[in-house]
């Protein structure tokens, strides 16, 4: 690293009266959650694409995202989809994740790869079927409970294909009380993330279609449960900042699960195509930081950001390593915003003053700063060379072909 580009950095941020002591400090707490499943082999509705060295089981799954850990600094928890995930032992598992210094996230309920589930989970018209999915979210709670976590983070399938397969307002009554009977097996250190999706594998209604669904679910249950954005989930054109200002500012929202939209889902490296989305994401998120109102704070404070990606054609541990690093650079840059210089232009109705405020910080260079900070957190200072040099590619090999996949 050279010291040389950093003091140039340090002298710029103090001209713009950036207090870079607080930036660094917040860059260091910073938290990226990593998914068990994007370790693991995956592919498009036309190809799973098997490569050698993935993960055979749940335990090496944790391996590999510690490795990302290890490297990045910011990926202390993995999140687990089950039964992708099932083990006979989770106080095990939880061990073994702790062994490598990381531990298990969100528990993600599987309502999806059943054959139970052709017409729906929660939504079936089938009320055994309705109870098997339901005790399949009672069931992630106590596993939950085991592992640790405090988050169960939900998405369903559900929805159908054509206009009048399904009584859609009796499909709203079942979701609610299925998710009502969740809720109340929760314990209060735990928070219901639901999200939502507007299309896929449903076509015609999905019956957690938008923002707006998830939220009144969530509204309906109280204030554990709150609204997660999966930022792949939204139709072109769709101003993903706004409705996470939205959410913040009714306390309502819980958590990301970043990627990038250009698929039909999601499981695109997040930033590769449009990193302004993600740092205009990340200024909706710093400047609820800093509002009046204590609860906002508290929310804005208190977001799980995780990543939802399974690649099919990059190796995974890299791909991951990128993803997260995407993530940390863009949130570098929104905490370099002026916000009292945006603040002003926006007293003085001066549009283009704001505008420029915020696309500044985005134009900045932050590859001093976040290189002083990772040796200062004792990673290395470029982990995807770090992790190309560690050998650990090879080592996996041994694995084989033909590991773990959704
Ligand atoms: C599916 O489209 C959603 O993004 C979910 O978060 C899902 O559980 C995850 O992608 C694993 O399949
Ligand atoms: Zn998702
Ligand atoms: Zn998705």
Redesign the pocket.
């Known amino acids: 690293m050279s010291d040389k580009a950093y003091r140039v950095f340090e002298e710029q941020q103090k001209e713009r009266g950036i207090d870079l002591e607080k930036v660094k400090a917040k860059l260091k707490s910073f938290k990226v959650e990593t998914p068990s ?1 994007g370790y693991g082999d995956s592919g498009t509705r036309f190809k799973v694409f098997k490569q050698a060295g993935v993960p055979r089981n749940p335990f090496e799954k944790i391996e590999d995202a510690a490795q990302v850990h290890r490297l990045t600094g910011i990926c202390p928890s993995v999140a687990v ?1 089950i039964p992708w995930d099932k083990v006979d032992d989770y106080e095990k598992l939880k061990q073994h994740a702790a062994q490598l210094g990381v531990s298990i996230g969100a528990v ?1 309920p599987n309502l999806f790869q059943d054959d139970d589930y052709m017409f729906g989970s929660v939504c079936n018209s089938d009320p055994n079927i309705r109870r098997k999915a339901t005790d399949h979210l009672l069931e992630c709670v106590e596993i939950a409970k085991v592992t640790g976590s405090d988050l169960i983070s939900l ?1 369903f399938a559900d929805g159908t294909n054509y206009p009048g397969q399904a009584d859609i307002r009796k499909r709203k009554h079942w979701m609610l009380e299925a998710l009502t009977e969740l809720y109340q097996a929760m314990t209060p250190d735990m928070r219901m993330l639901i ?1 939502y ?1 507007f299309f896929e594998p449903a076509f015609y209604h999905t019956d957690l279609a938008d923002w707006g669904m998830a939220f009144n679910m969530a509204t309906k249950l109280g204030e554990q449960a709150q609204v997660l954005v ?1 930022t ?2 939204h139709a072109p054109g769709t101003n993903v900042e706004h409705i996470v200002a939205y959410l913040l500012d009714e306390k309502k929202l819980g958590g990301f ?1 970043f990627n990038s939209r250009k698929y039909a ?2 499981d695109l490296i997040v930033g590769a195509m449009n990193p302004y989305e993600l740092f205009l994401i990340f200024y909706q998120m710093i400047d609820a930081a800093a509002d009046p109102d204590r609860e906002v704070r508290q929310t804005a404070e208190n977001i799980a950001y995780m990543i ?1 990606q399974s690649h099919c054609i990059e190796p995974k541990i890299p791909a991951m390593i990128r993803s997260v690093l995407n993530v940390q650079t863009q949130y570098a840059k929104a905490l370099l915003i002026d916000l009292e210089k945006v603040r002003k232009a926006q007293r003085d109705q001066d549009v283009l003053a704001a505008e420029h405020a915020v696309r500044e910080a985005f134009e900045l260079d932050v590859t001093p700063l976040l290189q002083v900070v990772r040796e200062e957190m004792g990673v290395p200072v470029d982990p995807m060379k770090a992790y190309f040099a560690s050998g650990y590619a090879d080592q996996i090999l041994s694995r084989g072909k033909g590991g773990a996949s ?1």
Do not use: I
């Open positions: 499943w989809h993600n998405w999200e999706k999966d792949g989930h699960h889902d999601d939802d959704w």
